[in-house]
């Protein structure tokens, strides 16, 4: 069984930093790019950031350029996104997940597997 699984999230004051961790299990995902995404209240859930299967190309929102930064480790099946000088309006729930091929992208309907989120609160 493939799972995703989430964690580091919680609350943190404006201009605080987390680091979110995504755990795989039930198979690699190695060559397959992978990716944060967000979710807030009454909102769509919007892309965040993508890592290439090697680590040597990512992408980033607007949003969250310069403050986040997205990085992996294959040798652990392991996703990560550092996240500093937090906003209010970083809060969501952050999901990641594993495209269905190498291609960086930014389209959640691309990606095949997903976790199941994990709060980031970001109080002012």
């Known amino acids: 069984q493939v799972q995703l699984v989430e964690s580091g999230g919680g609350l943190v004051q404006a201009g605080g930093s987390l680091r979110l961790t995504c755990a795989a299990s039930?198979?690699?995902?190695?060559?397959?790019?992978m990716g944060w995404f967000r979710q807030a209240p009454g909102k769509e859930r919007e892309f965040v950031a993508a890592?290439?299967?090697?680590?040597?190309?990512?992408y980033y929102a607007d949003s969250v350029k310069g403050r986040f930064t997205i990085s992996r480790d294959n040798g652990k099946n392991t996703l990560y996104l550092q996240m500093n000088s937090l906003k209010p309006e970083d809060t969501a729930i952050y999901y990641c997940?594993?495209?269905?091929?190498?291609?960086?992208?930014?389209?959640?309907?691309?990606?095949?597997?997903w976790g199941q989120g994990t709060q980031v609160t970001v109080s002012s």
């Open positions: 997940a594993a495209h269905r091929t190498y291609y960086l992208d930014s389209r959640p309907d691309k990606y095949d597997y």
């Open positions: 039930g198979r690699t995902f190695s060559t397959n790019a």
């Open positions: 890592i290439s299967w090697n680590g040597g190309n990512t």
